[in-house]
Every structure is written in structure tokens, then in C-alpha cells.
């Protein structure tokens, strides 16, 4: 199995860049940046004892151990409860210059029927074409299993705009839907979102 690699500071990278950050070997290969929200005293979106930190790294955690190829190569921004602020997540990605950033979260609303999954890119993104390419395509990924998911959406989120990577912001649902959430925070509903990442990256290979 391929071993992740987690980014615990910028200065920590910095300081054995090329130790840490393995290249392409041929081109085959694809790295991608798996990005958990939140983390540390940033709790996200919280409802009943659950926390969007909490969800974002269970299942960031699930696709490292589904992963067994060793064309697929995974990074991560941040290591299990820790904050890492957003300037340093683009510092450690834009340097780290991945095929794809995927980043993590679950969505919230006082609307507690609403549900669903959402995949947001950014116009302003120097990648906003495939960056929009690989999120209707990992939209369609879901669709196809039979998840709810909303059209893609654009919007000014701060690491997709910045990153020079295609990125796509992926809302795994609601917490503020009993459903989902009843969904999100067991084994299998986080293993089968993980296992679905990990297909989509697969094809895109």
C-alpha cells in the first residue's frame, strides 16, 4: 500500500523537501492532495457531539487505508486534530504541485430537510477549467451509486482559488439533516464516500 503523506507544518516541508514530496515516477502516477477541513479549535459545522473536523479526518483516514495503489499517490494538509491555517494549506500544495486537491467538508444549515452533496470550484482559479471537469466527473461517480448531489456550483472559496492545481471543494452532506448524518458518521457511510474518492481518482489516472 502506498504510504500518505501527511503535512504537518510548511517549515517541516521546507526543511526536507526532498525527502518528503515524491515525484512522478512515470506517467502513470497521479498525486493528489486530500484536504480535511478544519481541524484543532476549528471545529467547523457541529451538531449533536459530532464535528465537521471530526468527519473531514475519519474519512481523509479511510481513503489512505483503501488505497493500494501504488500509482495513486496521496497527500494530506493536515494530521488528525490539528490546525492548519489556510495560507499554509495553499503554501504546502502549491508546492507540493499535485494533478488534483480535493478538500473535505460537510455542509450545515438551519434547514434541517435540506441534504444531499455539493461540489463547489472557483472561476478564479488559474485551473477552473479542470477543476470543473473533475467535479462534475466525481458528481456523476456518486450519482451514479445513487447519492443525492446538487449541479456544481462556483464559488470564491479561499484554496481553490488560490492553489495552481485543479481543486474541487467537496461537501459530503449535511449535519444539519438527520439522514445524512446518520450517514456520515458511520464506518460504512464514510468507507463507501472514501472508496467512491478513491474510483474517481482511479479514472482520472
Known amino acids: 500500500m502506498t504510504k500518505p503523506i501527511r503535512v504537518l507544518a510548511l517549515a517541516a516541508i521546507a526543511a526536507s523537501f526532498a525527502f518528503t514530496i515524491p515525484f512522478k515516477k512515470d506517467a502513470k502516477q497521479i498525486n493528489v492532495v486530500i484536504d480535511a477541513g478544519h481541524g484543532g479549535n476549528d471545529h467547523g459545522a457541529s451538531i449533536d457531539g459530532f464535528t465537521e473536523k471530526q468527519l473531514t479526518d475519519a474519512v481523509a483516514e479511510k481513503i489512505s487505508q483503501l488505497n493500494n495503489s501504488e500509482d495513486v499517490v496521496i497527500h494530506f494538509t493536515r494530521v488528525e486534530d490539528k490546525f492548519v491555517s489556510l495560507e499554509e494549506r495553499v503554501k504546502v500544495i502549491n508546492a507540493l504541485k499535485p494533478d488534483l486537491v480535493l478538500s473535505l467538508h460537510t455542509n450545515f444549515t438551519k434547514d434541517n430537510t435540506k441534504s444531499g452533496m455539493e461540489f463547489f470550484v472557483s472561476e478564479q482559479s488559474n485551473a477552473y477549467q479542470k ?17 443525492k448531489v446538487e449541479e456544481v456550483k462556483k464559488a470564491p ?22 439522514t445524512d448524518r446518520n450517514y456520515l458518521t458511520t464506518e460504512k457511510g464514510q468507507e463507501d464516500i472514501a472508496a467512491t474518492v478513491l474510483d474517481f481518482i482511479k479514472d482520472i489516472k
Do not use: H, R, T
Open 157 to 178: 472559496f479561499y484554496i481553490l482559488k488560490k492553489v495552481d492545481a485543479p481543486a474541487v471543494c467537496f461537501e459530503m452532506g449535511y449535519l444539519s439533516n438527520a
Open 131 to 147: 477543476s470543473a471537469e473533475y467535479a462534475e466527473m466525481l458528481s456523476d461517480k456518486f450519482e451514479s451509486q445513487n447519492f
